[in-house]
Structure formats: C-alpha cells, structure tokens
C-alpha cells in the first residue's frame, strides 16, 4: 500500500492518534502511557451502546484495547471551522478579528444538538466533562455529533482536569472544593455548553480575543 493511499492522520489528542481509514471509519489509536484513557472511553462505549443510540453521539463500531473504531466525520470539528474565520495576532495567537461568522441558523441548531447529547448523556448517569468546540464533529447532513469521551465520567464523580474556557477552578464558593474542578454534573456540563454557545455565536472561545502576556494561561484559569 502506498503512503497516499494509507491512513491519514487527521489529529493528535491526549489519548491517541485519529486516522481516517476510509470515507466511512475512523481509527483512534492509543498513545504509549495512556492505555487507562482508552480503556475509560471504550467503558463509555460500553455503556451507551446498551441503550437506544442519540443521533448527537459519535459512533462506534469496534474496539480493542488499544484502539477504537469510529464513524467518520467528513466536515471536521467546529473549533478548525471557527479558526477559518478568525483573524489572529503572531506570536500571542490573540484572535484580532472575524472574516465572517457562522449562520445563527446553523448556531442555533448546532446548540440544540449539543444540549440533547448532554441530556442523553445525563440520563445515562454521565458526565462528559471535556465539551467543546474541538469534540463536535460535523457530518454531511449539518449534524453535530459529540466525541471524545476518555474524561467522561459519572455524575457526582470527581472531575482531575478540564479545559479552560470550557471548565472553570471553584473559588470561594466551591467550599472546601476550592481551587478544584469539584465534582461532574450539571454545574460543570452547563459550564461548558454555555461557553460553547458563546463560542458559536461570538466566533472565537472566550478570552481568545484578549492577551496578558507570557502568564496568559495561567491568568485565564
């Protein structure tokens, strides 16, 4: 098989490498030291798989312990859709300007899809904890579908990390929580899914259009 003709690797993300295999299947192969990661996502499967499937959830269909098997998402995510309108400063990265932004039709129907694959996910008794504009995909149709979920876990569970400006440390009203993530539930998916909408409708994540020097991340979390 030639190198044009073989997987592409289409990202690179905590858990594993992503190739496309065909126009149909994805392959999400695990990283060296992150075999828990995967083995966490293919449990999620797992258990969505025992219920009636929501059109808003990625796919599987076949997993081994070192690699997931997905449906293929032909219009990438809506982070790399958002960063091909935006306008940015070298080196900070500080978004400067929109070329143009997206529909409202198509934010408002990209919303209501996000906020049922959190529902389902929720009555399923989890968490994804790790919504964002990179982990929705975009199909033919228009649908969105959630992915990644190596950080779900169940409501009530303890969150060990999240990403800013999609998750937030507790201050002073987290109690003896402070400075934590605190625990997964709606606290936390309602978090996310609102600074999605933000996204979405603004065209950049939140803060991505201010800049405080070389302490920028630090200062935004």
């Known amino acids: ?6 997987p592409r ?3 690179l993300g905590s858990t594993g490498f992503a190739f496309k295999l065909n126009d149909h299947v994805v392959v999400k192969k695990v990283r060296p030291g992150r075999e828990a990661n995967m083995a966490r996502e293919q449990n999620v499967f797992a258990i969505l798989e025992r219920h009636p499937p929501s059109p808003y959830i990625i796919r599987r269909f076949y997993g081994t312990e070192e690699a997931i098997f997905l449906e293929y998402a032909p219009e990438g995510d809506l982070a790399s859709l958002l960063r091909e309108q935006q306008l940015k400063d070298d080196p900070s990265r500080q978004v400067t300007g929109i070329v143009k932004r997206q529909p409202l039709e ?7 899809q996000l906020g ?7 009555t399923l008794g989890l968490a994804h904890c790790d919504i964002r504009p990179g982990n929705m995909l975009l199909c033919h149709s228009g649908r969105v579908k959630l992915a990644d979920f190596d950080r779900t876990i169940g409501i009530g569970e303890e969150m060990l990390s999240g ?3 999609f998750a937030r440390l507790l201050g002073d009203e987290g109690g003896l929580d402070r400075g934590t993530y605190g625990n997964a539930g709606c606290r936390s998916e309602q978090f996310a899914v609102g600074s999605v909408f933000y996204s979405l409708t603004r065209g950049h994540d939140p803060f991505e259009d201010e800049w405080w020097g070389p302490d920028h991340g630090p200062i935004r979390m």
Do not use: I, R, V, Y
């Open 9 to 11: 690797l289409l990202s």
């Open 106 to 112: 198509h934010c408002f129907l990209w919303m209501k």
């Open 163 to 165: 990403t800013e400006p």
């Open 1 to 6: 098989m030639t190198a044009q003709n073989g």
């Open 116 to 122: 049922a694959a959190a529902a389902w996910l929720e």
